[in-house]
């Protein structure tokens, strides 16, 4: 390892104990932008750039009180952490989940950078959340949690500021009540959040757009190898928004998707998922093992989908969940092609294994940025005052998933023609970010 690189590596790790999911996406930005910069941009070492970039702008830790239905009082902890305002207002979103802690949302965050810079999109980077667990609460308990914390986060957040979006736990419903209560802090209408309703002036295609994306970025990918979704078995994680909308566009793409999983276990269709199965398993909620009494399939308790002979594999439920074991297990199998439709979802031993083995990777910053992309085009309508048809934002969205790709192309193609994904997004996230924090001085 270079000094350079071990240096920084360790210092990172030193200021930022007990984070190991930071310091994965650190490493795995690093172990590509510091060769990168030692050869063709030196100054940017002298400048301290990654060392600013891997420092927050600003980290935000509060307390969020709230009673449930029984009048007990509950207490959990809100964060909001501004990264990086480079390129633009702080944007990414909120996630409210018993596993949130600094560390999950440092790394969701500085990941955040690299992606917003890819949309090519005027957009700063940030990540927030609750250690708070929507699951098995009632509505009238979920509004007053989103009530009391944005009472708080009101004050840090605003539409040239910082623009939350929606994440794990938080869907158009809380970000519905979030909205409601900011507008009764603020007296005023705002495009202050995104993943707002359609009829209260949220996009079209908002819902769709990180599933939509990833489709958008695979199908380029195979343009490339001159090679096509048609007819290709598609594994999916995840039973959420998601795996959803990637399972839908694979499946009228002319791919076969098999699987789709929670953290109960994965449903294996052989007969592959149609719009009326994944409808119906979307009014599951949990309890997929019901798939199985409609519908000729297997459930297989606690297993993940990985195990499935397939063509292409679309993680697309929460980080770290598939292992160098999954990728082993796929790469057996037959997949060619591992798609990140979630945040880092393939583990650092994973990616290691799949690029030995030459398989098409496309890495999360790249693959599911479509979610924030359109979170981008929101905050355009918003300010403009319009709202552009479904088919207009869906004809943007395909553009910049196909401009990403073009970005990871220009800088990961290697000597031998294949295009190194994971390189090219972190380098080409990275030089757009380094450019303009160089042009705005030591700020």
Same mark, same amino acid.
């Given at each position: ?6 240096? *920084?590596? +360790? ?22 932008? %510091?060769?990168?910069? $030692? ?7 002298? !400048? ?8 927050? +702008?600003?980290?935000?830790? *509060? !307390? ?39 560390? %999950? ?8 950078? *690299? ?8 957009? #700063?980077? /940030? ?16 509004? !007053? ?6 009472? $708080? ?15 794990? /736990? @938080?869907?158009?419903?809380?970000? /519905? ?6 507008? =009764? ?19 079209? %295609? ?17 343009? $490339? ?10 594994? @999916? ?48 909620? !949990? ?11 297997? *459930? ?48 650092? +031993?994973? @990616? ?11 890495? #999360?910053?790249?693959? &599911?940025? #479509? ?10 309508? &918003?300010? %403009? ?28 193609? &290697?000597?031998? /023609? =294949?295009? &190194?994904?994971?390189? #090219? ?7 757009? @970010?380094?450019?303009?924090? =160089? ?5």
């Amino acid at each position: 390892m270079p000094s350079y690189l071990h240096s *920084f590596i +360790e210092d990172v790790a030193t200021r930022n104990p007990h984070q190991p999911e930071f310091l994965q996406a650190v490493r795995e930005i690093a172990e590509d932008v %510091i060769p990168y910069i $030692e050869k063709n941009a030196p100054e940017f070492i002298d !400048r301290k750039l990654l060392e600013r970039m891997v420092e927050p +702008e600003r980290t935000i830790s *509060f !307390r969020v009180v709230w009673q449930d239905d029984q009048n007990n009082i509950q207490v959990n902890r809100g964060y909001r952490v501004q990264m990086n305002s480079s390129l633009g207002p702080y944007k990414g979103g909120l996630r409210f989940s018993p596993t949130v802690n600094l560390s %999950i949302l440092k790394f969701l965050a500085f990941e955040q950078t *690299f992606k917003n810079s890819l949309t090519g999109l005027p957009l #700063g980077s /940030g990540k927030g959340g609750a250690d708070f667990d929507p699951k098995g609460k009632s509505d009238n308990e979920i509004m !007053r949690f989103c009530q009391s914390f944005m009472t $708080e986060l009101y004050r840090h957040i605003g539409s040239e500021t910082d623009v939350p979006a929606g994440d794990i /736990g @938080v869907g158009e419903r809380e970000i /519905g009540y979030l909205f409601g209560q900011y507008k =009764r802090l603020q007296n005023n209408f705002t495009g202050v959040l995104t993943g707002k309703g359609p009829t209260w002036a949220g996009s079209f %295609i908002r819902p769709e757009a990180t599933g939509f994306g990833l489709l958008y970025f695979v199908e380029r990918m195979l343009y $490339e190898v001159e090679d096509s979704l048609k007819g290709k078995t598609v594994a @999916v994680s995840g039973a959420g928004n998601v795996a959803y909308y990637a399972a839908l566009k694979a499946t009228s793409l002319g791919a076969k998707v098999v699987t789709i999983s929670n953290s109960t276990g994965t449903i294996y269709d052989e007969n592959g998922f149609t719009a009326e199965k994944l409808d119906y398993v979307n009014s599951l909620k !949990r309890n997929l093992q019901e798939y199985t009494k409609r519908y000729a399939s297997e *459930f297989h308790a606690g297993k993940k989908p990985w195990q499935f002979p397939c063509d292409i594999a679309l993680p697309c439920a929460t980080q770290n969940e598939l292992d160098e074991e999954d990728a082993k297990q796929l790469i057996g199998n037959g997949c060619f092609c591992i798609a990140e439709g979630a945040n880092m979802p393939c583990t650092e +031993e994973a @990616v290691k294994e799949i690029l030995k083995a030459n398989l098409l990777f496309a890495p #999360g910053k790249a693959a &599911n940025a #479509g979610g924030v992309a359109v979170s981008g085009l929101e905050m355009s309508q &918003n300010r %403009i005052g319009q709202q552009w048809p479904a088919e207009k934002v869906d004809s943007k969205l395909k553009k910049i998933m196909h401009d990403i790709h073009d970005t990871c192309s220009h800088y990961g193609k &290697n000597k031998n /023609g =294949r295009i &190194n994904y994971l390189k #090219g997004a972190n380098i080409g996230g990275f030089v757009k @970010v380094a450019t303009a924090m =160089r042009a705005q001085g030591l700020v």
